[in-house]
C-alpha cells in the first residue's frame, strides 16, 4: 500500500497545502484544485483495474450481513470509531482550534495541524507491530488512557509549546491505535470477549 499505508496520509497532504493554496487562490478554488489528483487515480484505475483472474462465487447480498451478527464486529466498530474517528475529528477540527485559541495565522496552524496529523499517520505502523508482539487489547488499554489523558491536558489550554505536545502524543496514540485493528487483535479479541 505504499505511502497509504503508512496512514492518513492525504489528510497530512491537505492540511500542509491547503491553506497555503486558499492564501493564494481561496478555498472554493482549492477544493477545485483537489479535482484534479481525484481525476487522475480515477483515470489510472479505469486503465489499469483489473479483476481477479479466479473469482469466488457471487453471494446473495443477505449473506454479506451476517458478519453483524458477530459481537466482534461491534466492539471493533466502536474500538475503531474512537481511534480513527478521533484523528480523523482532530484533524478537521485544530486548524479553527489553533486560530480561535491561539491566534495563529491560518497558514501557521495548518502547518502546526500538519505536524500533529505526521504523529498519527506514521506512528500507525508502531501500532500494529506492538499488537503483533504484545497483544491488540492490551496495546489499546494503554492507548486510550493516554489519548485521554493528553485531551484531558488540552482542554486546560495550557500555552502553545505543552498544547502542541500533548496533541503531537495525542494524535500519535490515537493513530497506533488504528493500527492493532489485524490478525493479533482478532485473536486476542476472540479470547477476551469469546
Known sequence: MGIAGAGNSGTLFATLFGPRLATEFGWHNVL????????????????????????????PVKAYFRIFKSTDTWYFCVLYSVTFG??????????????????????SAGDFVTLVVAAGSFFRPVGGYLADRLGGTNVLSVLFIVVSAT??????????????????VGMACLGMGNGPFSRSFLSDSKRKWG
Open 32 to 59: 477545485g484544485m483537489a479535482l484534479i489528483p481525484l481525476a487522475l487515480v480515477f483515470i489510472a484505475y479505469i486503465f489499469m483495474a483489473k479483476d481477479a483472474p479466479s473469482q469466488p462465487e457471487p453471494m
Open 86 to 107: 478521533g484523528f480523523v475529528g482532530l484533524s478537521s477540527f485544530l486548524s479553527i482550534f489553533f486560530v480561535d485559541q491561539y491566534h495563529l495565522s491560518r497558514v
Open 151 to 168: 485531551m484531558f491536558g488540552v482542554s486546560y489550554l495550557p500555552s502553545f509549546y505543552m498544547v502542541m505536545i500533548l496533541l503531537f
